[in-house]
């Protein structure tokens, strides 16, 4: 920390505050990055521009915006929490209508967070209820409402022809790979609805590999396709697009959290008509998704 006097920079979106030294050229703020990404969910931090944290916090101090600048920089709607490729078809159709979105990969469990506090929009989600067997709707709190979405399947993924694997149900296909000290995993980002299944489903184990825990479906795909992991789980959607084998072990509820606070918005009625929508419920159901009358 630089010496010198002392004052406040806000964040010209969020208004978070930060406690700077100006006595030099740059600046260096005292901030905590995680407060920051959680706050500030409507600025893209890699931007240098005028985001106030990028690197060790040391920037030239921004000048500031006007209203044009800043509208280049804050998406119509923020997404927030699961990855899945069903949600990515809904965002390919939001952007060829002009609608700017912004969606951050974080796990269900963040998500859900996220929008409990009002940061983003949306939160798409898929939590099961250990003690109901319910999805989604026993982690919902006053201020938030569910928007049903669509069905979809996880299961184990492995490559064809995997004698470890292949022929067998999930509990002896992790049994089997359990006994193979070779036999390498890819886990799930902590918090996402996929590694609390991984977890439930291996019972306290940490086979080789638990600690690889990338954010999406296609790179368990990716990984194992590849031959860097041997198994991983991923949904039947995507395990069909890479050509693996798959072994079923959980039907689940995608849905979306929405903070009633930002439910009237526009962009978030769009994304709700958008659900019903009979092209897009066909796509979803080409893709593999299961959709409810």
């Known amino acids: 920390m630089l010496h010198g006097m002392r004052r406040a920079i806000t964040c010209p979106d969020c208004g978070l505050v930060l406690r700077v030294t100006d006595d030099a050229p740059g600046f260096r703020c005292a901030y905590d ?21 990028q690197r060790d916090g040391t920037l030239p101090l921004p000048s500031a915006m006007d209203v044009a600048e800043r ?15 069903g949600l990515q078809l809904i965002i390919a159709r939001l952007r060829a209508e002009g609608v700017t979105v912004k969606a951050t990969n974080v796990g269900s469990t963040c998500g859900l967070a996220a929008a409990k506090r009002g940061e983003c929009d949306v939160a798409p989600i898929h939590l099961m209820d250990p003690a109901t067997s319910r999805y989604n709707t026993p982690f919902l709190t006053p201020g938030t409402e569910l928007i049903r979405g669509y069905r979809r399947l996880q299961g184990i993924v492995f490559r064809p022809g995997d004698r470890r694997f292949d022929g067998l149900r999930a509990e002896a296909a992790v049994a089997a790979a359990h006994a ?3 036999c390498v995993m890819i886990s799930r980002n902590a918090g996402s609805g996929t590694r609390i299944l991984i977890d439930r489903l291996l019972a306290g184990d940490k086979p080789a590999g638990y600690r690889w825990q990338p954010k999406t479906h296609k ?11 041997d198994w991983g789980l991923t949904i039947k959607t995507v395990a069909r697009r890479y050509n693996l084998g798959f072994i079923p072990v959980q039907n689940e509820h995608y849905d979306f959290v929405v903070p009633v606070s930002r439910g009237h918005r526009p962009p978030v009625q769009r994304f709700r008509a958008l659900l ?18």
């Open 33 to 53: 990055r995680r407060v920051w990404q959680r706050v500030c969910a409507r600025v893209h931090l890699g931007d240098a521009a005028w985001c106030l944290v």
């Open 71 to 85: 509208g280049r920089h804050i998406a119509d709607l923020v997404i927030t929490g699961s990855h899945c490729v």
């Open 180 to 182: 193979d000290t070779g």
């Open 219 to 229: 790179a368990v795909a990716t990984a194992v396709a590849l031959g860097r992991a």
């Open 276 to 293: 019903q929508d009979p092209s897009l419920r066909a796509a979803l159901i080409a893709d593999g998704f299961g959709i409810l009358p």
